[in-house]
DNA sequence: AAGAAGTCCTGGGCGC
DNA sequence: TGCGCCCAGGACTTCT
């Protein structure tokens, strides 16, 4: 499922080809309750330049010359994918957008096989608004400040709380299971019970895993592929999520032991984690 | 007011 | 081979 580290993946992909390009042609091959009507999509779009592809969050945010944006939210299964000219749309193919940059075509697609994602146009208001409702980026703020992030005296739990977007941006459900388990911290944690200095080794654990994930494209644990339709590496250093009953890879002693916390599937280590 | 549960959706895996 | 069932989950909404 698409995180920070993947929906950053994609941004840089798309940033690279299509900052600058001009949309050419919009076509809308099923709309749905997220994916907008093609008339109004092409008018809005075509001839309009990107000025470039941005994230927050996880949200992906092609910026265009007139001020508005594209934002899109790709929730479990969507998808921008680069294809070639000749491309037939596949099953769950919804929008073709056609761009020219330099003298060269470029085609992205966005799929989305569950249609939890969405993908809309907002002007530079909505937009604002949008992105004020999430918390600070992991990557962009110190350690310290992260820390003070996970701070309350409330009995909420700590993956909870990680998930949670208002509190930090970017988290689900893979890296959360991910960050506890090199924290050495039980998902189940009362984040009250967190002392200071549990609190500043969770934050540059979730730095470094992100950072991490982010140099190897991503985890490809589900269906996920990038812009290139490639999986992401991560996969291959996961440590608890989607190992449950396997030994774990950092003790090598206990069990991964999968529960559901949040109507989530949680997993982690019984002996590595307090 | 926090937290639990329901909601959207489809493909894949399972048992029989 | 195929049917029916259950599961996966991001984030919003609704209930307790």
Not at 95 to 106: A, M
Not at 154 to 167: E, G, I, M, P
Not at 188 to 214: C, F, K, N, P, W
Not at 262 to 270: D, E, I
Request: aromatic residues 6%; proline residues 4%.
């Amino acid at each position: 499922m698409p995180e920070l580290p993947e929906v950053e993946t994609i941004r840089r992909q798309l940033h690279r080809r299509l900052a600058g390009s001009k949309i050419v042609e919009v076509k809308v091959w099923r709309s749905g309750r997220e994916t907008p009507r093609s008339i109004r999509l092409s008018a809005a779009l075509v001839d309009r330049t990107i000025v470039s592809v941005e994230r927050r969050a996880k949200l992906l945010i092609w910026k265009l010359d007139h001020g508005q944006s594209l934002v899109a939210h790709l929730k479990m299964t969507g998808r921008f994918v680069f294809v070639s000219s000749s491309h037939e749309p596949a099953k769950h193919d919804r929008i073709g957008f056609s761009l020219r940059r330099r003298g060269q075509n470029i085609r992205v697609v966005w799929s989305d096989v569950r249609q939890f994602g969405f993908i809309r146009l907002v002007s530079t208001s909505t937009l604002k608004k949008l992105l004020e409702t999430y918390g600070p980026e992991p990557l962009k703020i110190s350690p310290e400040k992260l820390a003070e992030r996970l701070k309350s005296g409330s009995v909420r739990k700590l993956k909870s709380a990680l998930l949670d977007q208002t509190v930090i941006a970017g988290i689900g459900n893979i890296y959360a299971d991910e960050v506890c388990h090199r924290a050495g911290l039980l998902p189940t944690r009362r984040l009250a019970s967190l002392s200071s200095r549990e609190r500043v080794g969770l934050a540059r654990v979730i730095q470094s895993v992100l950072r991490a994930a982010v140099a190897e494209r991503g985890t490809s644990a589900d269906d996920y592929v990038d812009a290139q339709g490639k999986p992401g590496n991560f996969l291959k250093f996961l440590r608890v999520y989607g190992r449950a009953g396997k030994p774990c890879r950092s003790c090598h002693q206990g069990i991964i032991k999968k529960i559901v916390l949040g109507q989530r599937g949680t997993h982690y280590c019984t002996r590595c984690q307090r």
